[in-house]
């Protein structure tokens, strides 16, 4: 007689609950794997780096960035590699804590 185990998940009131774990003959038993080849088990993690650490970017850094066409527009420091990537050129670096009020500032210029 096989002893009555907890569902595990009751389907629903109408479906018979599914049962945690088979056991008795319906059970799977896996075969046993085969040992790893000499050369998987002489690997070793590889510990040397390439280069780093990088140094942080400031979140308030901004450059000015040229467009082709001679306007010009504020950029993160971090997206300076994206816009020469496109042609525009990068020229002076300014640190703006509080971009909202420098931008009023410029605007009222």
Do not use: C, W
């Amino acid at each position: 007689m096989t002893e009555k185990k907890a569902p595990a998940v009751d389907a629903s009131p109408t479906e018979v609950p599914v049962l945690q774990g088979p056991s008795g003959p319906e059970a799977y038993v896996f075969a046993p794997a085969d040992a790893s080849p000499k050369e998987v088990l002489e690997l070793r993690p590889n510990t040397v780096t390439t280069e780093g650490p990088h140094p942080q970017i400031s979140p308030t850094m901004y450059v000015h960035m040229t467009r082709t066409d001679g306007s010009d527009f504020l950029a993160p420091l971090s997206n300076v590699d994206y816009y020469k990537a496109k042609g525009f050129t990068a020229g002076a670096e300014e640190d703006i804590p509080d971009l909202v009020a420098y931008l009023a500032e410029r605007a009222q210029k």
